[in-house]
């Protein structure tokens, strides 16, 4: 399969953050390889909350095809609701005067994902496993859509049919269960919480460790993860990092492309 599409522009979307510049980081590192790679005539990034925005990242756009691809660990209100509405587009193939979109499908969707979180998990605790350590997957979570913590459910089901950890549970930063309430999930005394994340940001780095009862000091970034296990509630508790902290996004978000192509020869684009 030929895997270049030269006459077309890739955006990927994310949320990014006002508070943490990291929260963009790992988007902004995804956008830089594929560049690189020479696969699309020009690749650009796009943010919720950060520059560049949203309607920048459409401006001067000099090719007839676009490829959006949310950088989202799932599909729920943002990649549902606030992406479409905020690119303008109502399907996912959608022409715009000479412009013909694809929007595809988060790259959290891909079946990648679980090989992913147990990697972290298992970088995090190397070995921590069997039928004395629960697994804890976070997710953000909301009661805006509820298909918000499906990701979070999918591999908490994929990765308990494997039988590695006595117990894969999930919990959610704003809604039931919600991770502070971890310790009462299980009695399992090893722990390894797993957020489902793309990056470490504001909320990896300090609001799920301090959900969780971890001291954190955000003038080291990391150490949260350098001091593994943490000893919180009586149980050892080890953290792993998020899933998108690696390198090997750049290949989903080609299989997102691709999968999002192949779809249809889609419409026509407009006279």
């Known amino acids: 399969m ?24 790992p988007t902004r590192r995804l956008a830089e390889a594929l560049a690189g790679s020479g696969r699309f ?25 676009v490829f959006i691809v949310p950088v989202f660990v799932g599909e729920g209100y943002f990649t549902k609701e606030i992406l479409p509405a905020a690119f303008g587009i109502t399907d996912d193939i959608s022409v715009r005067g000479d412009t013909l979109f694809h929007y595809t499908r988060p790259v959290g969707c891909h079946p990648s994902m679980t090989r992913l979180v147990l990697d972290r998990a298992r970088a995090a605790a190397p070995g921590v496993e069997g039928d004395d350590t629960a697994l804890i997957i976070v997710g953000h979570g909301t009661e805006k859509n509820k298909n918000s913590r499906r990701a979070v459910d999918l591999q908490v089901a994929a990765i308990s049919a494997m039988g590695i950890y006595g117990e894969v549970l999930p919990a959610f930063m704003e809604q039931e269960p919600s991770v502070t309430g971890w310790h009462e999930m299980t009695d399992k005394p090893r722990v390894v ?6 990056s470490n940001g504001l ?9 969780m009862g971890i001291a954190t000091d955000l003038s080291e970034l990391g150490s949260v993860f350098a001091r593994n296990p943490h000893r919180v509630k009586g149980r050892q508790l080890w953290y792993a990092p998020a899933i998108g902290t690696g390198p090997e ?19 026509a684009l407009a006279a």
């Not at 919720?48 to 090719?63: C, D, F, G, N």
């Not at 909320?203 to 959900?211: A, K, N, Q």
Request: proline share 7%; aromatic share 6%; hydrophobic share 45%.
């Open 41 to 65: 005539a020009q690749v650009r990034t796009a943010f919720w909350k950060e520059e560049p925005s949203i309607a920048a990242s459409l401006e001067k756009l000099q090719t007839p095809v």
């Open 203 to 211: 909320h990896g780095y300090d609001d799920i460790p301090g959900m």
């Open 249 to 267: 996004l750049a290949e989903i978000v080609l299989d997102m492309v691709a999968e999002s192509s192949s779809l249809s020869s889609a419409p």
């Open 2 to 25: 030929n895997r270049a599409w030269p006459e077309a522009t890739l955006i990927l979307a994310g949320h990014g953050s006002t508070i943490n510049r990291d929260s963009s980081a």
């Open 193 to 198: 919480a797993a957020p489902l994340f793309i």
